[in-house]
């Protein structure tokens, strides 16, 4: 299974996001947390801002929406042509209509599940779905530490997506560092966000490369 490391910047230096991308040549896409102050009790960027990153990078950009109306404004980010956009199930009110909507607009479509959301109800859409985010903290903040208790979870994801026999990719998100990848990877996750671990780091395109074969082993 391939492993992929997206890089989350919203711990990167926000006032020079041109240059913070440059630094992380070897990544597998770039991670984008929108914040509204609403779904979460934090405020980062939106559209337009989306919208400036892509003219700086060639990477695969995934849009993580933590805003309430999701519905209304997942299909805005796929609309801008990013790689993947990723809506909170808990902020959706019609997640397979706007699944469907993200793919008809060309994106690739995702939905999160915060730690204490259960994926069970949702095993009969997966099919509607490119990938699943399941958080491992509580949406809002970098730098938090990762919930172990999501581990069962992305097992049972795993088991659930492999029953569709389809190929769904499975991100996690919070606390991914060097001591916490292989635990997410062992149990079935292939998608990895990290911020603070990259950004932190002195190098974050080594860091970038050490979380993907610490993932691969
Ligand atoms: C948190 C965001 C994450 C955040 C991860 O709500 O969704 O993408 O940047 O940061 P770390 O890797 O520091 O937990
Ligand atoms: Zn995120």
């Known amino acids: 299974m391939a492993m992929r490391?997206?890089?989350?910047?919203l711990n990167a230096d926000l006032a020079d996001l041109a240059g913070e991308?440059?630094?992380?040549?070897?990544?597998d896409g770039l991670h984008?947390?929108?914040?509204?102050n609403h779904f979460v009790p934090n405020l980062t960027l939106g559209l337009p801002v989306v919208e400036a990153i892509q003219r700086h990078t060639e990477l695969p950009i995934d849009v993580h929406?933590?805003?309430d109306d999701a519905d209304a404004w997942a299909p805005r980010y796929a609309d801008l042509g990013?790689?993947?956009v990723?809506?909170?199930?808990?902020?959706?009110?019609?997640?397979?209509r706007t699944a469907r909507e993200i793919?008809?607009?060309g994106s690739r479509a995702s939905m999160a599940l915060k730690p204490a959301t259960p994926i069970e109800p949702y095993a009969d859409m997966l099919t509607e779905l490119d990938m699943v985010l399941l958080m491992t903290v509580e949406p809002g903040f970098g730098g938090q530490k990762f919930l172990d208790l999501v581990l069962p979870k992305i097992r049972r994801t795993r088991e659930l997506v492999k029953a569709t026999g389809q190929e769904i990719w499975i991100q996690v998100d919070g606390g991914v560092s060097l001591e916490t990848v292989e635990r997410c990877a062992d149990a079935g996750a292939d998608v990895f966000v990290a911020g603070t671990a990259v950004y932190r780091a002195?190098?974050?395109?080594e860091m970038v490369v050490a979380l993907r074969d610490r993932a691969i082993a």
């Open 103 to 105: 793919r008809r607009l």
């Open 5 to 9: 490391i997206t890089p989350s910047i």
């Open 32 to 36: 984008v947390d929108v914040m509204d």
């Open 202 to 205: 002195d190098d974050p395109d």
């Open 86 to 96: 990723t809506f909170h199930v808990e902020a959706a009110r019609a997640p397979i």
């Open 21 to 27: 991308i440059t630094r992380i040549p070897s990544a």
């Open 65 to 67: 929406l933590m805003i």
């Open 82 to 84: 990013v790689h993947t």
